[in-house]
């Protein structure tokens, strides 16, 4: 596959199944011209609501974007943001024939209120603590029923709201590994050195300092960057390990291969769910059989064009092929 109209065409094959933490991006928005008399706060005139899908759900949404199919597993609360949440899955096409509803959990829903076009703050609802045992079981069997129906690849999104539980966790690799299946993770902190054995491993920077416990790492500092590479494939044995270094690119070892991609220029609007999209690229180029270059390259581009736009996106495909067909 030599041009990005191929590859999509092989995108459009596969199918993905992602489990992790789901949630809904809500924004307020409004116009200011004053402040509050009560306290020294601007005053949002209310113009529009707009509930997006976010977490996981959203990596599920840039499969989609790119023409995949794309399962969703996860818990969420048995209530009215968790019927909403359903709704918009349903509405982007997402099978969400892997979602638990439990009465015992809160739907994650982070609020965003935007005044005169900037985020004047967040609001967020959740449950953090782990699922139970019982939503845990019954996420599994959902789990290996997608699995054993047919499925390239599985990406583990955690957002440390409880889904991905450290037991959840080994029995999905274990699960991936007796099915032949591609297993990519964006891991967070609390489990950061529980995804023994995984395909793809894609942190950031910040999150690499902090699973590894160190306190300084410069992202342009090639040879500390790489011996931080290697003491954290020691640690969790991952097939190949894919940075995100902000705006200094992207980096990618495996298959004794070191890969470095500087950022584009862009015009940067908002990195929300950028790494979903890296995530999502990244995945689909490593089942549809592209070398480690290739799924590097395509992630940074796609990770990259999602910041030029406000808020939470998906990517959109036209753009990314108009992109790739300049650099392949």
Do not use: W
């Not at 094959?13 to 409004?30: C, H, P, R, S």
């Amino acid at each position: 596959m030599q041009n990005s109209k191929d590859i999509l065409t092989a995108f459009a094959n596969l199918k993905i199944v992602v489990v992790g933490d789901v949630m809904i991006d809500a924004y307020l928005e409004g116009k200011v011209n004053r402040i509050s008399p009560e306290a020294p706060v601007p005053i949002v005139n209310f113009t529009n609501k707009e509930n997006r899908l976010g977490g996981a759900a959203n990596v599920a949404l840039n499969l989609i974007s790119l023409g995949a199919q794309a399962t969703i597993c996860s818990v969420i609360g048995k209530d009215s943001e968790g019927e909403e949440l359903i709704k918009l899955l349903h509405k982007d096409g997402i099978d969400v024939s892997g979602i638990v509803s439990s009465r015992k959990r809160t739907t994650t829903v982070k609020t965003r209120v935007i005044g005169n076009k900037q985020q004047l703050l967040r609001v967020d609802k959740e449950q953090t603590d782990d699922i139970a045992q019982e939503e845990e079981v019954l996420l599994l069997e959902k789990i290996k029923s997608v699995i054993e129906a047919g499925c390239d690849a599985i990406i583990l999104q955690d957002y440390n709201k409880g889904v991905l539980t450290e037991s959840l966790i080994n029995k999905v690799i274990e699960l991936a590994k007796e099915n032949n299946v591609i297993t990519a993770v964006d891991p967070k902190l609390k489990n950061f050195l529980n995804y023994n054995g995984v395909t793809l491993f894609k942190p950031n920077l910040k999150e690499l300092r902090e699973g590894l416990g160190i306190s300084e790492l410069n992202p342009k500092d090639n040879k500390a960057l790489e011996t931080a590479i290697a003491a954290l494939q020691e640690k969790i044995g991952a097939k190949n390990i894919f940075i995100t270094l902000s705006e200094n690119g992207v980096f990618m070892h495996g298959d004794n291969q070191k890969i470095y991609h500087p950022a584009h220029r862009r015009n940067i609007a908002d990195v929300s769910g950028a790494g979903d999209t890296v995530i999502s690229v990244a995945t689909l180029a490593l089942a549809a059989g592209l070398d480690l270059v290739l799924v590097a390259a395509m992630a940074n581009l796609a990770g990259g064009i999602v910041c030029e736009y406000p808020g939470v996106v998906a990517i959109d495909k036209e753009r990314l092929a108009l992109e790739m067909d300049k650099i392949l």
